[in-house]
């Protein structure tokens, strides 16, 4: 089994988590935030995802990314929440600007996030990590997390790893 690793950021990183945990082909996530380089040194919510590129492309894992966050949002929380794909090589920065230019079309307005590279990375509290499969009915998993659930099984299905969130007890509608 082949391994690779991106970081993403964009919106809280406990609804970030979330999403990616609820998918096919996710090994690990860390969850914390990142700081890229030059203007991108402040730390910024984010996740490490460690996924099976053969199960779930890095083409796909942006596509969610974008379309579960603000993406074209430029507001005044972007420091806190700044809209990333941080890369862990030359190559996948490549192949990660190609792939957003690609995703342009999906959108109305402009994608305002950022390939970055991978600086540094500090872990949330355990206590805070696994926010949604640790208690998923709590009421900030329930108004934020759990429609962004239901966005990825309408528009991405195929991804969705639905054994997980019927085993965490999560109600959804499947398409």
């Known amino acids: 089994m082949t391994t690779s690793k991106v970081g993403l950021g964009g ?7 979330g999403v990616f945990a609820s998918l096919n082909g996710i090994v690990k996530i860390n969850q914390g935030w990142i700081s890229s380089t030059g203007t991108n040194t402040q730390f910024s919510e984010a996740i490490e995802v460690y996924f099976e590129p053969d ?3 890095l083409t796909d894992l942006i596509s969610i990314h974008l379309h579960t966050h603000a993406c074209t949002a430029d507001h005044s929380m972007r420091h806190k929440y700044r809209s990333a794909v941080y890369t862990y090589s030359d190559e996948q920065a490549e192949q990660s600007h190609t792939i957003l230019r690609d995703l342009q079309s999906d959108f109305e307005e402009s994608i305002i996030t950022k390939v970055l590279p991978y600086q540094e990375f ?6 805070l990590t696994d926010y949604l499969y640790s208690a998923p009915s709590r009421p900030f998993c329930q108004q934020y997390i759990h429609p962004k659930l239901q966005l990825l099984m309408q528009r991405f299905s195929k991804h969705v790893n639905y054994e997980k969130l019927v085993t965490a007890g999560i109600e959804f509608t499947r398409n």
Do not use: F, L, P, S
């Not at 919106?11 to 988590?17: F, K, L, V």
């Not at 500090?122 to 206590?127: L, Q």
């Open 55 to 57: 199960v779930i492309a």
């Open 122 to 127: 500090k872990t949330n509290k355990i206590e």
């Open 11 to 17: 919106g809280c990183h406990w609804c970030t988590e």
